[in-house]
């Protein structure tokens, strides 16, 4: 009863007597509200009730004239409070009768500020994207007022050694193929190629197997068009129908380039026909399809292949604004020793120009320098150029959007929000995957995992090789990338694997002094790699190393009881003939009676006559003792059985 422990309250009070009754009413209204507030939290079933009553500032009224607000995910209370139009201290309480304790500062997750709009009368609309408007390469109305001719973006696709690399080569004149790691594009690289004519056309060089899906899908999405290289004796390799289909996922123009036409067993028509075969129909088949014979070798077909990329240009009437705020997308990225952060970039829109400042991915900053595919200071660079940037904060991510703007204040504002809610959602998605999902599995032992840190030069290498591994599939075995940047392996990468029982692999890159001795001492194991494949490979034989082996029974021979003896110290003893193969001390032994198996043990004791035997051949008979048996029957089959562990690998698992 209230008015009972109020009296209580009131009676206790030591300075009742001394106030006036003016006082004493504002006392006695005190400790009503404070009973009034205790009450409120210890009944539990009607904290939401009783709030919204009390709060008129957070009503229930609302909920037909509800307002759409935009809120940025991992917002936190004095940022709300400013979105919901109420006090800090309203949604703190608010927080408080739904359990949770928050300070002002702290960020709330979604479903928590959900909630807390319903609960302001507003319906919250997340923001995915804080800055949106800025990474996105779609025209405007101005832009399309505006363009002008650009010239064509062309990436070069198809399977590794069918000459990608020997064609981009032999048009730029330049030799770069010799220094190639394991015949294959291990970066990728954009040049302008400027024709005798004055015409350009920009070539994206992509890595050619497999293994770089990631690398060529996003090839594919810069580009206007794309050539398909295919070796006259060779024929429609894996990677040439991964390039087709990324060139048709991405509805960009294909060019075949059959190449190799200068050796003996060159057949254009068998490629023609396999290329038929994916739905690629060329002209000479009556199809849409462009298909130039070309040798890198001789440079027989290279004008041809120029010709047709600028008559395909002029079909796609390819134009761009240039008189507007520069975006790209970046192709790669690297952490220069001398330079630092640096990455080429694609313009796709607008003029860049040195000193502009920019947005790329979540870090902003400042052109300091631009380099074109010769290693030449340029001051301006337009649509359809490739050119390498120094200004980065941050190594940025290839596929990231590259934005110029003009407030460099407001920039800095965007770029801080957007790393403070990746921060945010990164520690989310690792506290949720670490804690809960992994722990769990491995704690059942259902699942083995091995945690890898890879460091790499350039950023495009470091995501294949990140993708290529996390794709090697198998339900008791996977590889779980916690780490991958850009740079030397340094001491604290060494930590972060000590911490987390992880090998750490280097792509291209040194590892720090310091990092070595502190690996050797943690026990951290460092694997450096030039070549993909070589780490695919290895990693592959470190997880057969988690599987479990596959146990196989062989069975090494059987004997069937005769009679039982009992033998002082030992027991009983099966007198038996070997019918099968050989009896051994030691070794497993299955007793079989009426077709099922009533006892499985160990050979404890073989006797030939009164002597100890190891073993027991075919014919003989023998005195066969089991450990944990002694209810030995006539006729009972003994089968003596080995276990045989053989080792599994990914594709026989």
């Known amino acids: ?253 294909i060019i075949v380039a059959i190449n190799k036409i200068d050796l003996p067993d060159a057949d254009p028509d068998r490629v023609k026909r396999e290329l038929s075969e994916h739905d690629v129909l060329v002209e000479d088949w009556g199809g849409k399809v462009q298909a130039v014979l070309v040798s890198a070798k001789t440079g027989e077909g290279i004008e041809d292949i120029l010709s047709s990329i600028l008559l395909e240009g002029e079909v796609l009437e390819l134009k761009a604004n240039h008189d507007t705020l520069a975006r790209g997308t970046v192709i790669d990225s690297k952490l220069d020793k001398g330079h630092g952060a640096m990455a080429t970039v694609l313009i ?30 340029i001051k301006q660079a337009g649509p359809s150029e490739a050119i390498q940037i120094l200004g980065f904060e941050k190594v940025p991510q290839a596929a990231d959007i590259f934005a110029v703007f003009e407030n460099e204040k ?81 001491e604290s990468d060494v930590l972060l694997a000590a911490a987390s029982n992880a090998v750490v692999i280097g792509f291209h890159v040194q590892i720090n002094s310091n990092a070595k001795l502190l690996a050797n001492k943690e026990g951290v194991e460092i694997r450096s790699y030039t070549v993909i494949y070589n780490a695919v490979e290895d990693i592959k034989l470190a997880l057969e190393g988690l599987l479990e082996p596959e146990e196989v029974e062989n069975i090494i021979g059987r004997a069937f009881v005769l009679e039982i003896f009992k033998v002082p110290k030992l027991g009983y003893i099966a007198g038996s003939k070997v019918e099968e193969g050989l009896i051994k001390r030691g070794k497993k032994a299955r007793i079989i009676r009426d077709e099922e198996v009533i006892h499985e043990g160990i050979v404890n004791s073989l006797k030939r006559f009164k002597d100890d035997a190891k073993e027991v051949k075919e014919g003989m008979e023998c005195g066969i003792g089991i450990d944990e048996f002694s209810k030995f029957k006539e006729g009972d089959e003994i089968v003596i059985y080995e276990i045989e562990h053989i080792k599994r690998t990914l594709e026989t698992a």
């Not at 040195?354 to 595919?373: L, Q, T, W």
């Not at 670490?434 to 470091?462: E, F, H, N, R, Y």
């Open 348 to 377: 796709q829109k607008g003029t860049i120009n040195i000193s502009d400042p920019f947005i790329c991915g979540n870090f902003s900053g400042k052109v300091r320098a631009m380099m074109n595919a010769r290693d030449q200071r």
């Open 410 to 490: 407001d920039l800095k504002r965007i770029a801080s929000e957007r790393q403070r809610v990746k921060r945010e959602i990164q520690q989310k998605k690792v506290s949720a995957q670490s804690l809960d999902a992994m722990s769990a599995l491995i704690k059942k032992g259902s699942i083995k995992t091995l945690p890898l840190v890879i460091k790499g030069d350039v950023d495009g290498s470091i995501g294949a090789l990140a993708e290529t591994l996390e794709k090697i599939e198998h339900k008791e075995v996977s590889v779980q990338v916690i780490h991958k940047a850009v740079g030397m392996v340094t």
């Open 1 to 253: 009863d209230i008015s009972e422990i109020e009296s209580q309250i009131g009676q206790t009070s030591r300075f009742k007597k001394k106030v006036s009754d003016k006082k004493e009413e504002k006392v006695q209204k005190s400790v009503k509200d404070a009973v009034r507030q205790t009450l409120s939290k210890i009944d539990t079933k009607s904290k939401k009730k009783q709030y919204k009553k009390d709060k008129p500032s957070i009503s229930e009224d609302a909920e037909d004239t509800k307002q759409t607000v935009r809120v940025s995910e991992f917002s936190n209370v004095d940022e709300l409070s400013k979105i919901f139009n109420v006090n800090s201290s309203d949604i703190i309480q608010e927080c408080l009768g739904l359990g949770k304790l928050v300070t002002i500062n702290q960020r709330l997750d979604w479903d928590l500020i959900e909630f807390l709009a319903d609960s302001c009368g507003y319906i919250a609309e997340k923001i995915t994207d804080i800055g949106e408007e800025l990474f996105t390469i779609e025209e405007t109305e101005e832009d399309i007022e505006k363009a002008t001719p650009r010239p064509p973006v062309v990436t070069i696709m198809g399977h590794v050694d069918h000459g990608k690399t020997s064609i981009l080569d032999y048009i730029r004149k330049t030799n770069v193929v010799a220094g190639e790691s394991g015949g294959i594009t291990q970066h990728i690289g954009a040049y302008k190629v400027e024709l005798e004519d004055g015409k350009e056309i920009t070539f994206l060089d992509t890595p050619g197997h497999e293994a770089f899906t990631a690398m060529r899908a996003r090839g594919a999405q810069v580009t206007d068009i794309v050539v398909v290289v295919v070796a006259a004796n060779d024929g429609v390799m894996p990677q040439t129908i991964e390039a087709i289909d990324h060139a048709k996922a991405a509805e960009v123009p």
